[in-house]
């Protein structure tokens, strides 16, 4: 089963001391079934380069060269739309283009916020940090 890693997992990732639970799910993991989205990369790097941190940006970098990017796709976009026309929601445009992703690419997204993202019935979910 493939998983979709969000954006608050993967930073966990680049942390000093990351979540041991987290590290323990990510080795139970073939690394082809590791995959995060192209929307997740570019918070990423979006935050590295806000920091004007060069070994932060190097980290991140480092990081998504080592795990599958979903992209945001024809069938994610119409996911998207479903999921913004028809789901009232207090989530972002990017988190609910990451769920979109995940729901139309048969992905189980990682994420500590899983009753954020339970409103959309389509999207499984699971907090490896919890």
Do not use: C, N
């Not at 979109?100 to 979910?125: H, K, M, Y």
């Amino acid at each position: 089963m493939p998983y979709l890693l969000d954006t608050p997992t993967l930073a966990e990732i680049l942390r000093a001391a990351p979540s041991r639970s987290l590290i323990r799910h990510l080795s139970q993991v073939p690394s082809r079934e590791r995959w995060t989205s192209v929307v997740t990369v570019s918070q990423l790097l979006v935050a590295a380069r806000r920091t004007q941190q060069a070994r932060l940006m190097q980290d991140v970098i480092h990081l998504v060269a080592g795990i599958r990017v979903a992209p945001y796709d024809v069938t994610a976009a119409q996911t998207f739309a479903k999921f913004r026309a028809t789901v009232a929601s207090d989530l972002d445009a990017d988190d609910v283009m990451i769920a979109a992703i995940a729901a139309s690419g048969g992905f189980t997204l990682v994420t500590r916020r899983v009753r954020e993202f339970s409103i959309f019935a389509q999207l499984r979910a699971e907090d490896w940090m919890g």
